[in-house]
Structure formats: structure tokens, C-alpha cells
């Protein structure tokens, strides 16, 4: 699975509210970024991971992306319980 990151739009660097394990995220989202092109690199056609330096988007990134995606679903299903508008 694909989070909905991307470069442009990375994950937030405090882990949203219902995401089920927040100090795990610092750690996914520490090495989402570690595993990205250099910022020089980023425009080009064929970007290489910045820190293993195989083409990026790279298996290591694939792979934390993967559980980012994996966390974040937890914190899309929390949002959106059956929670009813209030009636003052
Ligand atoms: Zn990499």
C-alpha cells in the first residue's frame, strides 16, 4: 500500500492524532525522508535514493512509505467513527 505522501507533501513531523503507535512514526518518518532523492536530485529524470543510492524510489523508501500508509489507515478510521454532529 501507497501512502498519499510525496516530496511535496511529506508526513507530518508530529504523528497525527489516532495513529496507533506515535513514536513509531517519528521513526517511519525519519527514515521515509532519509530514503528520498537529495534535494539537488529531486528534479531529475532518473532521481537516486540519497542514501542508499539505488533508483528512487527506492525499496527501503517503498517499504516505509508502505507502513506510513499502514498507520495513517488508523488514523483516517478514528476521524471518521460514527460520530454525530451535536444538538445544543
Ligand atoms: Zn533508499
Known sequence: MKSFFTLDNPPPE???????APSLWRVQRRRWHQHTPAPCDR???NPVCAHCKQAWPCHSWACWDGQIAEAFRHVRTSVHPTRRPRTV
Open 43 to 45: 528534479g531529475a529524470k
Open 14 to 20: 508530529n504523528p497525527p492524532a489516532g495513529v496507533p
